[in-house]
């Protein structure tokens, strides 16, 4: 409506609420209404940003799991995150078996910890 209103004060008012008219006619009659109100004070006539949407409802923290890749808190019994689809199963943590010896090793090693041979 703020467009409507600039351009209805603007040289030619009533062509301009015709115009309106023809498209909506009760932003016609709400902009005629207005451009007869006197000004405001506070005259800004800039976009306000939408109010932030409401947070989605989450489980009680007790009997809850947080999902690792959208954050939200899904009952701990769900395999898959009610909100994105994400498996809420932890993973295993990644290990390697040692080729000489057979010790099992964490993923990010470089040599063997029990005979020292390179992996």
């Known amino acids: 409506m703020n467009l409507a209103l600039q351009l209805?004060?603007?040289?030619?008012?009533?062509?301009?609420?015709k115009y309106f008219a023809s498209l909506n006619p009760q932003l016609a009659q709400t902009v005629r209404a207005t451009a007869n109100k006197p000004a405001a004070?506070?005259?800004?006539?800039?976009?306000k940003p939408a109010p932030a949407p409401a947070p989605k409802p989450r489980a009680t923290a007790e009997a809850s799991v947080r999902c690792a890749k959208c954050g939200?808190?899904?009952?701990?019994g769900n395999k898959f995150c009610p909100e994105c689809g994400y498996s809420l199963i932890p993973e295993p943590p990644k290990q390697k078996i040692c080729s000489n010896c057979g010790e099992v090793l964490a993923s990010n090693v470089k040599f063997c910890v029990n005979c020292g041979s390179k992996q």
């Open 8 to 17: 209805y004060k603007g040289n030619d008012c009533e062509k301009t609420l």
């Open 72 to 76: 939200t808190v899904a009952a701990s």
């Open 41 to 47: 004070k506070n005259n800004n006539t800039a976009a």
